[in-house]
């Protein structure tokens, strides 16, 4: 079913579903200890931007080759992260800007290249 749903679809709504859960709610301080560097919410972040950046490059690989793919995939999640933080901090005062969420943003870009790549290799080797 959700192979018949264009992957750019997917992304945007994707994208609407962090933008809503990155502006509402209430904002939580800054980390002030090491457990607090290594989190749910950091998880939550690396989990919702590996899920953009996969179905972003699931977009682009119909129109491109797969390093390329990657390399708009991994931008436009990356940018994506910056400006939802940028967002939160500029418009909503309960909400606060977070380098570690910028980074846990980019670690799950990062990890769902990784994961495609794998995919892309497994795939390439059972034709093989």
């Known amino acids: ?41 950091k998880v939550a972040h690396a989990f919702v931007y590996f899920v953009l950046a996969y179905f972003l490059f ?6 491109t080759s797969n390093q390329k793919s990657n390399i708009y995939a991994f931008l436009i999640s990356a940018a994506y992260g910056v400006l939802m933080e940028i967002i939160q901090y500029s418009f909503f005062p309960n909400r606060y800007f977070e380098f570690l969420d910028i980074l846990a943003n980019i670690v799950g870009a990062i990890a769902s290249l990784g994961f495609i790549y794998f995919l892309i290799t497994k795939k390439s080797q059972s034709y093989g």
């Open 58 to 63: 699931r977009g682009f690989q119909k129109r």
């Open 1 to 41: 079913m959700i192979n018949k749903i264009p992957s750019f679809l997917i992304a945007g709504l994707w994208a609407v579903f962090i933008l809503i859960a990155s502006t509402v709610g209430v904002g939580m301080n800054l980390p002030s200890t090491m457990s607090d560097i290594i989190s749910w919410d």
